[in-house]
């Protein structure tokens, strides 16, 4: 199942022609973390024209963490040309492995005056660029989303199968999970200050995306930051 995330849109014009969008290329859910307007009003509907059951059926979130939680594979886009070390990827590239995964895959789109923050793609498990041009690189948001579906759809019909059979990576539940028990670990010992842990981790993370670690990968670093410290803690009793 393929679903659509949009991260805080302010246009009900911008959610309408999304939600068509998806009608047209198949997408099963449009999904809305913390919309800033009414995704279901009448400019919404208007601009959806026989595509209204896909904003009926849109799902709310408080967090994208939350929306892509139940997703094996999440893409985001990125326009922004400030996107510090986060590799960016090709269309091709990014969409040959989100289509081939199992399960519920996702593409994240952000919002419409200044994207998706880095911590937001950092939710995500790789992020792609449309080379739109480095004066202007920024694309209004329902185009955005038109030309990485078309782009999907251009994919399925032309990639062999399993071109991109590479195991499921952890989801972003997992994977803040781990950062968060390594973060507290590691502040107790001093290897973190509380001035750096944001920033350090952000690092780490990158690491564990770059290395498509798989859930069970991360449960097993994570029962052994946890089994760390409590040793550490055991020894001060």
Same mark, same amino acid.
């Given at each position: 199942?393929?679903?659509?995330?949009?991260?805080?849109? $302010?246009?009900?014009?911008?959610?309408?022609?999304?939600?068509?969008?998806? %009608?047209?290329?198949?997408?099963?859910?449009?999904?809305?973390?913390?919309?800033?307007?009414?995704?279901?009003?009448?400019?919404?509907?208007?601009?959806?024209?026989?595509?209204? #059951?896909?904003?009926?059926?849109?799902?709310?979130?408080?967090?994208?963490?939350? #929306?892509?939680?139940?997703?094996?594979?999440?893409?985001?886009?990125?326009?922004?040309?400030?996107?510090?070390?986060?590799?960016?990827?090709?269309?091709?590239?990014?969409?040959?492995?989100?289509?081939?995964?199992?399960?519920?895959? #996702?593409?994240?789109?952000?919002?419409?005056?200044?994207?998706?923050?880095?911590?937001?793609?950092?939710?995500?498990?790789?992020?792609?660029?449309?080379?739109?041009?480095?004066?202007?690189?920024?694309?209004?948001?329902?185009? %955005?989303? $038109?030309?990485?579906?078309?782009? =999907?759809?251009?994919?399925?019909?032309?990639?062999? *199968?399993? %071109?991109?059979?590479? *195991?499921?990576?952890?989801?972003?539940?997992?994977?803040?999970?781990?950062?968060?028990? $390594?973060?507290?670990?590691?502040?107790?010992?001093?290897?973190?200050? *509380?001035?750096?842990?944001?920033?350090? =981790?952000?690092?780490?993370?990158?690491?564990?995306?770059?290395?498509?670690?798989?859930?069970?990968?991360?449960?097993?670093?994570?029962? =052994?930051?946890?089994?760390?410290?409590?040793?550490?803690? $055991?020894?001060?009793?």
């Amino acid at each position: 199942m393929v679903v659509v995330v949009l991260v805080e849109p $302010a246009g009900p014009l911008n959610i309408g022609s999304v939600a068509r969008l998806c %009608a047209n290329f198949g997408v099963d859910q449009l999904r809305l973390v913390n919309p800033r307007c009414d995704p279901k009003g009448k400019d919404s509907l208007r601009m959806a024209v026989h595509a209204g #059951a896909r904003l009926e059926t849109a799902v709310t979130y408080t967090t994208l963490e939350s #929306a892509v939680a139940d997703c094996s594979r999440v893409v985001a886009t990125c326009g922004r040309l400030d996107h510090g070390s986060i590799p960016l990827q090709t269309p091709d590239q990014a969409l040959n492995w989100l289509i081939a995964g199992d399960g519920t895959v #996702a593409v994240v789109f952000g919002r419409e005056d200044r994207g998706l923050t880095n911590d937001e793609l950092r939710i995500c498990h790789r992020v792609l660029t449309l080379h739109s041009g480095d004066s202007y690189p920024s694309l209004n948001l329902s185009h %955005a989303v $038109a030309i990485v579906l078309h782009d =999907m759809a251009r994919l399925e019909h032309t990639t062999p *199968p399993n %071109a991109e059979c590479s *195991p499921d990576p952890a989801s972003a539940p997992q994977l803040s999970g781990l950062i968060e028990d $390594a973060a507290d670990l590691l502040l107790e010992c001093g290897f973190l200050l *509380p001035h750096t842990r944001e920033a350090r =981790m952000a690092k780490v993370r990158d690491l564990l995306h770059r290395a498509s670690s798989r859930t069970e990968e991360v449960a097993m670093l994570r029962g =052994m930051v946890r089994q760390l410290r409590w040793a550490m803690n $055991a020894k001060r009793i």
